[in-house]
T-cell receptor
Framework: DAGITQSPRHKVTETGTPVTLRCHQT?????MYWYRQDPGHGLRLIHY???????DKGEVSDGYSVSRSKTEDFLLTLESATSSQTSVYFC???????????FGPGTRLTVL | RKEVEQDPGPFNVPEGATVAFNCTYS??????FFWYRQDCRKEPKLLMS???SGNEDGRFTAQLNRASQYISLLIRDSKLSDSATYLC????????????FGRGTSLIVHP
């Protein structure tokens, strides 16, 4: 196991509410990523981080923000959730070799 | 054209069959290649890295063809437990650590 946890694992919320998802790693890896996975689209990168306070956008970053104040935690915030953000969200870290990624168990988010 | 393309399948094969998946990529600067396996409602898990010389892990063989820009995954003696979605992943050089995922190929192994 790569020591990655995500919380919450499931969440149902209403349109317009803010939502924060947490990714926690115990491996002290520099790179962390947030993806969403939807049928027909595969995994799409939302944001990633290459160090504390260092983040950058992925291909589907609109409506999302991230923060990384500690190496072990990478937070994803939906400022005002919309139904189009209903998805499964995966966090990932880059492995020790700097090549492969390891994924957390995912958060299933439903926005009503 | 999507950067990484896979046949979505599903590939429906009997136990014991040999099945092969291909994945094409568009960026000739790509340097690292991987196959991941994803079970229904679970996270993707690394199956194997793909090396230039090809590599084998038990019943699984991965190969890279740089000239034609594709990687392949061969599964021999398919088991029921091999039923899953197989994701192709490509990473490029140039300082970016951002991998590109294919949409996955679904494999169903039946008795």
């Amino acid at each position: 196991d790569a020591g990655i946890t995500q919380s919450p694992r499931h969440k149902v919320t209403e349109t317009g509410t803010p939502v924060t998802l947490r990714c926690h790693q115990t491996e002290n890896h520099r790179y962390m990523y947030w993806y969403r996975q939807d049928p027909g689209h595969g995994l799409r990168l939302i944001h990633y981080s290459y160090g504390v306070k260092d983040t950058d956008k992925g291909e589907v970053s609109d409506g999302y923000s991230v923060s990384r104040s500690k190496t072990e935690d990478f937070l994803l915030t939906l400022e005002s959730a919309t139904s189009s953000q209903t998805s499964v969200y995966f966090c990932a870290i880059e492995g020790t070799g700097g090549r492969e990624q390891f994924f957390g168990p995912g958060t299933r988010l439903t926005v009503l | 054209r999507k950067e990484v393309e896979q046949d979505p399948g599903p590939f429906n094969v009997p136990e014991g069959a040999t099945v092969a998946f291909n994945c094409t990529y568009s960026n000739s600067a790509s340097q690292s290649f991987f196959w991941y396996r994803q079970d229904c409602r679970k996270e993707p898990k690394l199956l194997m890295s793909v090396y230039s010389s090809g590599n084998e892990d038990g019943r699984f063989t991965a190969q890279l063809n740089r000239a034609s820009q594709y990687i392949s995954l061969l599964i021999r003696d398919s088991k029921l437990s091999d039923s899953a979605t197989y994701l192709c992943v490509v990473k490029s050089s140039g300082g970016s650590y951002i991998p590109t995922f294919g949409r996955g190929t679904s494999l169903i192994v039946h008795p």
